[in-house]
C-alpha cells in the first residue's frame, strides 16, 4: 500500500474537481517587498543566477500548492 492509497483518502479524481471548484482564480498582481510577501502566492517563479538551497527549498514552497489548469 502507497502513501496514497491510505483507507479514508480521496481518490485524486475526486479531488481535482472539488479543489477546482473551490479555488478561487486570482487575476490581480501587485510587486511587494520579499519581507511584506509572508503569505503570499506568487505570480511568477522566482529565479536567481546564483545556486541557492535556500532559494530552491523557499521556491518549492511557494509552489507546492499551484495547480494545473
Same mark, same amino acid.
Given at each position: /500500500?502507497?502513501?496514497?492509497? @491510505?483507507?479514508?483518502? /480521496?481518490? #485524486? !479524481? !475526486? =479531488?481535482?474537481? #472539488? %479543489?477546482?471548484?473551490? *479555488?478561487?482564480?486570482?487575476?490581480? +498582481? !501587485? +510587486?511587494? =517587498? #520579499? !519581507?511584506? @510577501? #509572508?503569505?503570499?502566492?506568487?505570480?511568477?517563479?522566482? &529565479? &536567481?543566477?546564483? /545556486? &541557492?538551497?535556500?532559494? %530552491? +527549498?523557499?521556491?518549492? *514552497?511557494? +509552489?507546492?500548492?499551484?495547480?494545473? *489548469?
Amino acid at each position: /500500500m502507497g502513501c496514497c492509497d @491510505a483507507p479514508g483518502l /480521496m481518490p #485524486i !479524481e !475526486e =479531488a481535482m474537481p #472539488i %479543489i477546482l471548484k473551490n *479555488t478561487p482564480v486570482v487575476t490581480e +498582481t !501587485e +510587486t511587494l =517587498a #520579499i !519581507e511584506d @510577501a #509572508i503569505g503570499r502566492v506568487l505570480a511568477h517563479d522566482v &529565479s &536567481s543566477p546564483l /545556486m &541557492s538551497r535556500l532559494l %530552491i +527549498t523557499q521556491q518549492w *514552497t511557494a +509552489t507546492q500548492f499551484v495547480l494545473p *489548469t
